[in-house]
């Protein structure tokens, strides 16, 4: 990687972005449309190709805190070359919100897309719980502008109720299918806690199916954070004792198929799910730490090593049945 101002953002190689094809099995055309000038010329070919690099990526990284849990440091890196190898060189390995769109931002700045980062605060309601409100920055989304000026909030890291393609930043847009029968939208409006009734954000809201009510995820920004202000945010997010990241444990993996997410497979604590167009499965409830490695294992892909099983030892997270 080089850098050469302040302005310059790290960028992955040729021979990485390769490899990350291979790695999220982007179908071949879409690998050859990589390399042609239509995909930055041609919006329709862009949004096209960003939404099923959003889905390939969705299905091969999960939204996953593992590393706060099983490892013997407890911390997280937003290193674009650390990130590389966690994701694209470790087997089913993907990270929390900033790791996965900070990984994802990179890898759209390597082809060419013309985008920034911003900040977002994820709603109370997203938590399960039924207030107004919302928490501090802690999450983070890329913006990308296409060659028509119009512009898309790509998010790869907010888990089963994030967005599976890119969202249109405009307030008259409609809904759009998530992943069914789950529907989301954006609207611009302003949010509970501010004194000012002109400050306006893009809320990123979210509803189960077409009768159910819409409920606001997180909302953001379009001001441009830059990688300190993700810092600090990581640093919060990863090390205080009031960010759930730190007391529970969870994976959550996108089920593709045919180009569509149709379903998530998640790990929440000790209880496994699979969801598919709307109906939830319970799969099992891991008793104790040899069991959870091994669902771990079994339904995600992923093999932890003898230090990272060794790092839960005395946390919170612990299973000790």
């Known amino acids: 990687m080089s850098k050469t101002s302040p302005s310059q953002r790290p960028s992955y190689s040729t021979e990485q972005i390769s490899n990350y094809f291979s790695h999220i099995s982007l179908p071949k055309t879409l690998q050859e449309l990589s390399h042609t000038s239509s995909l930055h010329q041609n919006p329709k070919d862009a949004f096209n190709f960003l939404t099923q690099l959003q889905r390939h990526q969705l299905a091969t990284a999960p939204f996953e805190n593992l590393q ?11 290193n674009p070359d650390h990130l590389y190898a966690k994701i694209v060189e470790k087997d089913n390995r993907g990270g929390y919100c900033m790791e996965n769109n900070c990984f994802f931002g990179t890898i759209l700045r390597s082809l060419g897309f013309t985008l920034h980062s911003a900040g977002a605060r994820v709603a109370v309601a997203a938590s399960g719980t039924p207030a107004e409100g919302f928490f501090g920055w802690s999450h983070m989304v890329n913006i990308v502008t296409l060659a028509d000026g119009k512009k ?30 789950a529907e989301v939208r954006l609207i611009y409006d302003n949010i509970p806690e501010n004194t000012d009734p002109n400050q306006k954000l893009w809320i990123f809201q979210h509803r189960n199916d077409p009768q159910s009510p819409w409920l606001p995820m997180y909302c953001f920004t379009e001001l441009e954070f830059l990688p300190q202000d993700y810092e600090i945010m990581n640093f919060q997010t990863s090390q205080s004792r009031n960010s759930w990241f730190t007391y529970r444990i969870a994976v959550v993996k996108m089920n593709l198929e045919e180009g569509e997410v149709v379903g998530t497979l998640m790990l929440v604590g000790a ?22 490695v091994e669902a ?3 339904w995600f892909g992923i093999r932890l090593g003898e230090d990272e099983k060794a790092g839960i030892r005395g946390m919170v997270t612990e299973l000790h049945g």
Do not use: W
């Not at 706060?68 to 937003?78: C, D, F, G, K, R």
């Not at 890291?157 to 249109?168: A, D, H, R, T």
């Not at 209880?271 to 959870?292: F, S």
């Open 271 to 292: 209880d496994v799910k699979r969801r598919k167009r709307g109906e939830t499965e319970h799969v099992m409830t891991c008793a104790n730490e040899t069991e959870r």
């Open 68 to 78: 706060l849990h099983y490892s013997s440091h407890h911390t997280i890196s937003l």
């Open 296 to 298: 771990l294992k079994e």
């Open 152 to 181: 898309y909030m790509l998010d790869v890291g907010f888990g089963g109720n994030g967005p599976v393609q890119p969202m249109l930043l405009d307030a008259e847009h409609s809904h759009t299918q998530n992943i069914p029968p």
